[in-house]
């Protein structure tokens, strides 16, 4: 593909973009500006790597309107760089092509289940009674679809995915390898010193265009249900517990996990290894800082980091402020002596 | 079923009670106060939700023996509510049903394993030579037994569980889906500076009524054996490291890890997201807040908090403390400028 | 085995040893000193178990050149004592041998796949277009290779195992259930208010003698390729974010997570449940103590603790002069009074 068809295509995908080349080099893929070499597209999103820009050896770069770029490097201005990025992978690499099973024969599928037009259904799948599955739903070998659980359009489950039964996904939905859903939370009452389980009677709806990485798991409710919302993403390992509620639009980082009962809002990022306990409330565009363990709500638009979590900036200054305590305590002894000193004079005064 | 029966069947049940109530509603289910609708039982366990039990649509609820109750609602009260509420929803709602595949052809079972009578075996279980299992046992599909394993009687696997080789799991024991029992430890010795393994030559024993979520992993010991103890409930993620022993009826929150020789004690709750360092002692009774990092042994019935972690009251004081550092820096740059200006005008009156 | 012919072995395999023995016991197990009893034989690696050597049961125990051992135990000196220990328990209790499958009809084997010979392919598992699988590799019942995967010699992948299209195993890699390699990472740009899915273009690589625990995570990279270096070993749940590469010889406790394009050196240590940022750097040899979170690049050769890390001793200063807060509030506030005090009565001079 040449440079000025990309800038082209990228217009069509919404990316209104300027070309500043004296050529129009063909481009056959896209990498980092430290690996990139000839015939491969770079880019520039993250100012860290902006030397790189002056040494790369991509045959092309797409960077920010403003941008100062080398002389001889054709570049493709755009105002969202990293999206135009996205767009042009997806251009230039195309996405994963699924294997054709269409409904392999040696897949089980209830009788009673309902599975759309164009399923793509790879073998030793279990699929049980009264399960629905929408149209073009592509289940890679070793996925199990619990009874009465419901699949939307177009939801993709790579190998060894678990559905419980119950549950709900709804389009475009994607899970990576190992995620499993709709398992029974930690619900217990202590009766005669022993733990008796309560029924997890609830289910775990998925809404559409949520993704999720490898072996995560998504608690079901004990009643009612767990929610992550549309469009939200995870890295691999997080965990939700029973009930909580995850907003639309969110973005977890890997082995972050949430209590049971926890309600978060719309467009929450989560740093990786985060911890929220039970029953708070994260409100609309709150991020939270990698590690950080939430033990209270969070107003929507704060920053937050630590364990226990503070606002950013107060938790960076009571970083800071630990580093200085040695220091301070020697202040304080030498404070006390010269105190010391100044009661001793004065009382050699009176 | 009526409120009426509930009480009658709870009351059978050990939870002895007393209802409050003009009428005699149908419960068709149980719900939490927020949530809850007509015909719908619900329940006030957590102090943090006692206002919704005055806004509540639930049909009745259970309450503690002197809990205040607005008074059209018809109310069980009960010394031990969260117990009830337990006993109502499998009273209620019931628990899962696992589908009735007895020894499904697909499964395949090695000639020289037992299998009990009753039991539940779903396709593409795979149980190797010389495995053992108990009178009804479920086993859903894609679960893994290694050779000699034993189970016992009654025990739950769900889809993709792997039980390695030699591994014993007790009676009544649950383990939700894609978790692992028995995998090596991470045991290697430096030799020539490459790690050289040893081989992991013991084995993993999960006592009775033991139950786990998903994608927990309890490694076998390298000699004798890692034991998680009987009636203990762990939540997802879970990681259990060589030779570690958990004592009997523990509770542990998600994406706990405990490292290998560590030695829990009986009746020890840890909450989420918690590390215990290897060759620890942690006592009978001790509860280990959300995200602690324990790098020392805790004796009995102690409560513990932090990374490292203290004692719990200690913890929150120094959290305190620390907030209150930049603000003390001030004081003590206050403090030093006021003694230099006494020393000084000490100075001038010599 | 007499001891005799453990000591001789053990010279066989470079480890250079004496003797010291009344006796010849026979040898038929390996245990720790508390635990082992007559015909075990033991060892003292850990000092923290130093007085157990006084106490054992064992018929022998393998020790360091000069440690004190009592009057009647046998004891095998060796200047390392723990490659010497790992050398003899494969000598006496030999390592797991897998089920021989050979190539299992019930497998699933794309035609265009390459399989080495004397390759051991289990039931259900699934081997996608154009893979090759190395000599003597073994696939336990439950994994999937896709597309293209290339899979060295002597591999082996327990149930389960999920290698995702294009990633490449060197030789003797062992995974452990439920380990996944090579999901997409989570790359996503905004656009729109949405979270546009950036194709993961990349690829994954395993090198040569890696061991991993179960339930890992190992991110493909957008462009280019994740890497964990020859020999290094994870226990369980680690998770490598995409484009990461992770040095030779490195040993990574259980639930430690690496976000994206991290580059880390050879022989690096990570405690459990460490954290390190995106796109930081970690040196040769560093060491990174247990639940550390890593915000900034760590030169070659240092040790690391805390959230935010800092050089190992500093962390454990820090820890302490924390402990010592509320005392040191106390202190200051006096010192205020007095301060205050001697101003007042120097007023009263005046």
């Known amino acids: 593909m040449k440079l000025s068809e990309l800038s ?156 419980y039964d119950g549950s709900r996904l709804g389009s475009r939905v994607t899970l990576h390898a190992g995620t499993v859903v709709g398992e029974d939370g930690l619900g217990y009452a202590k009766v005669n010193d022993r733990w008796e389980k309560i029924p997890q009677a609830g289910w775990a709806v998925i809404e559409d265009d949520v993704e999720m990485g490898a072996n995560c798991c998504i608690d079901r409710a004990t009643l009612g249900q767990t929610v992550v919302g549309a469009g939200t993403k995870f890295s691999d390992a997080v965990v939700i517990g029973h009930g909580t509620q995850v907003g639309k639009h969110g973005m977890f ?16 990022t989560m740093g990786g290894q985060v911890g929220v306990a039970g029953h708070l409330s994260i409100g609309d565009n709150v991020v939270i800082g990698a590690k950080s363990g939430v033990w209270s709500d969070i107003p929507a638009d704060e920053r937050y980091f630590g364990s226990p979590a503070f606002k950013w900036k107060q938790f960076w200054k009571q970083v800071a402020a630990v580093q200085k305590l040695p220091e301070l305590i020697r202040k304080l002894h030498r404070l006390e002596a010269e105190v010391a000193a100044l009661r001793k004079e004065r009382r050699g005064d009176d």
């Open 253 to 268: 980082v890997a082995q972050t996990g949430l209590a049971g009962s926890v309600t978060v809002g719309e467009n929450v």
């Open 8 to 163: 082209l295509l990228l217009e069509r995908n919404g990316f209104s973009n300027q070309v500043e080349a004296k050529e129009d080099p063909d481009l056959v893929g896209v990498n980092t500006l430290g690996n990139a070499g000839r015939g491969e597209l770079s880019f520039l999103t993250n100012p860290k790597y902006r030397e790189q820009l002056w040494e790369t050896r991509a045959s092309a770069a797409i960077v920010e309107l403003e941008e100062p770029a080398p002389d001889g490097l054709p570049v493709l201005r755009c105002d969202n760089p990293y999206g135009a990025v996205a767009a042009a992978i997806k251009l230039i690499h195309g996405t994963r092509i699924h294997p054709a099973w269409g409904r392999d024969p040696r897949a089980i599928v209830a009788e009673s289940a309902r599975i759309g037009e164009g399923a793509n259904i790879g073998p030793y799948v279990y699929i049980d009674e009264e399960v629905v599955i929408g149209h073009h739903a592509t289940l890679y070998p070793g996925c199990y679809i619990g009874r009465g659980a419901i699949l939307g359009d177009h939801v993709t489950c790579y190998p060894n995915v678990v559905i």
